[in-house]
């Protein structure tokens, strides 16, 4: 009983520390973690796939299992349920707005306006150039409904637009203490309005699967909108 086998160990453990053996039992332990590891990865891999391809209500979790070689006990083993896959594959990735957030923190650049420009080319070029957080990203805008237990990346979609246009008009005050911005735009809707230029270059980009040069008319887009507000940059450039 668990007792015995229990008062086994304790006492023949000791006996077979060094030994060829317990090297055995240590290596077995590391390399069955490692294999759960992989097997969960790659689950994950295969939800992301049939997700994007059929949508989150529509995929079911015998397609994901079949997808990534696998059954459907081994998804209940790693995860409770679809949502929870769901959870885990969002987890695993950085969406754009909050990849903005983090560089804000990187600059510090005493020019408010080339800092703005920075981020907006940053990020953009992450969602052109990451293939994984674009797929994840085109999931969770046109291919899950935010209802029930989906509200969660609503809300996460919410708190990291919230702090992106935040920052944005943290940038959008310090600009206009050098060069005011017109009387009827305050800091904060030049920050919305850039905010839906961003969002929609890339939702456009994404939903046209890449048809335009998403880094190149992204920059010139910027340019032109903080241009159009009278701002400078780096070499006095209007």
């Known amino acids: 009983d ?4 229990r008062e086994c160990i304790i006492e023949w453990w000791p ?20 294999d759960a590891a992989a097997t969960r990865n790659g689950l994950i891999d295969a939800a992301e796939r049939v997700f994007c391809e059929k949508g989150v209500s529509r995929a079911s979790l015998s397609d994901i299992a079949s997808a ?4 459907r006990g081994a998804i209940y083993w790693h995860f ?7 959870n ?3 987890d695993r990735v950085t969406l754009p707005l909050e990849e903005g957030c983090a560089q804000f923190s990187c600059l510090a650049s005493g ?3 080339g800092r703005l420009r920075s981020v907006m080319a940053f990020v953009l070029g992450v969602v052109a150039s990451n293939a994984q957080a674009r797929r994840v990203f085109e999931i969770a805008m046109y291919k899950v409904e935010y209802v029930e237990e989906m509200a969660a990346i609503r809300d996460r979609h919410i708190a ?26 305050s800091p904060h809707e030049a920050a919305v309005a850039l905010h839906a230029l961003f969002d929609g270059l890339i939702q456009n980009w994404i939903l046209c ?7 190149k008319v992204g920059a010139s887009a910027t340019d032109a909108f903080l241009s159009g507000l009278g701002l400078k940059w780096g070499d006095g450039t209007v």
């Not at 668990?2 to 086998?5: E, F, G, I, P």
């Not at 990534?68 to 059954?71: E, P, Q, R, S, V």
């Not at 409770?80 to 769901?86: A, E, R, S, T, Y």
Request: hydrophobic share 45%; proline share 5%; no cysteine.
């Open 2 to 5: 668990y007792t015995y086998n």
């Open 15 to 34: 006996r077979i520390s060094g030994s060829p053996l317990k090297k055995w039992m240590v290596e077995m332990a590391r390399r069955t973690k490692e």
């Open 68 to 71: 990534a070689g696998a059954t």
């Open 80 to 86: 409770k349920d679809k949502v929870d896959l769901f």
């Open 88 to 90: 885990a594959m969002m």
């Open 111 to 113: 020019d408010p306006v």
């Open 160 to 185: 990291a637009s919230g702090a992106f246009t935040a920052q944005l008009a943290k940038d959008f005050a310090l600009a206009a203490e050098v060069s005011p911005l017109p009387v009827s735009l």
């Open 209 to 215: 699967q890449g048809a335009f040069d998403l880094v």
